[in-house]
């Protein structure tokens, strides 16, 4: 039985799994009102909210679970990468749990957790592709066992800092994951928030910006506006949203330009909010499909899936572009059920279990020492990839 302790972002989420994967408990405390009220997320107020929550969060969490802490077996704790105030209170707080009810302490890796979070609900073997999308990050990711994807994967490691070294020592994956994707400037998730403010579509609370920007496309017509696949001249796996993002404001100016009233229509908002989709979307697709084809031309065996997960992975008119990738490649693509394609505390248990089964609780265990976190961790080795 493990607890998972994330505090990266703006949400205080816990949670307890057992070994037989089942979801004990799980709590996320969202901070979604205060972001409304600041503009966004401000790193010192969450933290607080953190410090704040954090007592409470994790009471709740043994109580729906039924459980005390002498049958916790472990804390699982993100280490990285995120916000440094917000990372720090979490750690303490994980420790300050850990040494009063004598268990031992895991550090994770916080995109690590969401890659794998999928083999929580059933067998993914290795080796497969991990697509990730979320506000923060774009990333396609390869794993496999670790003794195998050296000899395939022979580029030489990136210039690190001796913090980053360390980090990386202390982590210790059971898996040899590279990243043959990359997004080149706004992730998917941030550039579907900015485009949903472009076109004033009301969120609140209860729906963030991409959210309300799916909501908004189902009435509209996906090809009203012509917007340019990006990148479809450039031989690689890499992502951008840049440009496409330029061309929605220069729309949205152009229509508020030629109206009397400076405000776009609810259909000309549908319009422009399905057209994004559409060609975002294929953009993803594109890059999935090159990234299977030049991971099962290069490894010793095929990949056996296409794993995605992170905020928008949730998104059901991206699942439908990846499912017909999936379906050209005869390859099944998997996806956390909703609740568990967002930050939650259930991924962070499940890599400290996955991670005690693999490597032993000895090897992964946390030294009593002063904690120290990681804004930016990236998660395996970096190649450039040049595929047709």
Avoid at 155 to 179: D, M, N, V
Avoid at 251 to 263: R, Y
Avoid at 331 to 356: H, K, Q, S, T
């Amino acid at each position: 039985m493990v607890m998972g302790i994330d505090t990266s972002c703006d949400d205080t989420c816990v949670a307890i799994v057992d070994h037989s994967r089942s979801v004990r408990a799980s709590v996320c405390e969202s901070q979604t009102a205060l972001n409304l009220q600041w503009g966004g997320v401000v790193p010192i107020l969450a933290s607080s909210e953190h410090e704040r929550l954090l007592p409470s969060a994790v009471a709740t969490c043994l109580d729906r679970a039924k459980l005390s802490w002498q049958q916790v077996d472990a804390i699982a704790v993100t280490q990285g990468p995120g916000l440094s105030p917000c990372l720090l209170k979490g750690m303490r707080y994980a420790r300050s749990c850990a040494r009063d009810h004598a268990l031992p302490l895991l550090h994770v890796h916080h995109l690590e957790a969401h890659a794998l979070v999928a083999r929580m609900f059933g067998d993914v073997p290795a080796p497969f592709l991990t697509l990730l999308v979320s506000g923060g990050h774009c990333q396609l990711l390869l794993a496999q066992e670790r003794q195998s994807v050296e000899s395939v994967f022979d580029a030489p490691p990136s210039p690190r800092s001796s913090t980053a070294s360390s980090a990386l020592q202390l982590h210790r994956s059971h898996l040899q994951w590279t990243c043959i994707g990359n997004t080149l400037d706004d992730s998917l998730g941030e550039a579907l928030d900015k485009v949903s403010r472009m076109l004033d579509i009301p969120f609140g609370a209860h729906l963030h910006g991409g959210a309300a920007l799916e909501h908004a496309a189902i009435s509209g017509c996906d090809t009203a506006v012509p917007f340019s696949v990006p990148l479809t001249t450039i031989p690689s796996c890499n992502f951008s949203y840049s440009g496409l993002k330029s061309a929605v404001r220069r729309h949205v100016d152009q229509l508020k330009q030629s109206s009397s009233h400076q405000q776009l229509t609810p259909q000309q908002r549908a319009d422009i909010a399905a057209s994004f989709q559409r060609v975002s979307f294929k953009h993803v697709a594109q890059r999935v499909d090159r990234a299977i084809r030049y991971s099962n031309e290069l490894l010793p065996q095929p990949i056996n899936s296409v794993v995605v997960c992170g905020g928008v992975a949730s998104n059901l008119r991206l699942r439908a572009s990846l499912d017909a990738v999936g379906q050209r490649h005869s390859l099944p693509v998997l996806y956390p059920p909703p609740a568990f394609c967002v930050d939650n505390g259930a991924m962070i248990a499940w890599l400290g279990i996955e991670r005690i089964q693999s490597l032993g609780l000895l090897a992964v265990a946390a030294p009593d020492a002063k904690d120290e976190c990681f804004t930016r961790w990236p998660l395996g080795n970096q190649v450039a990839v040049s595929h047709k």
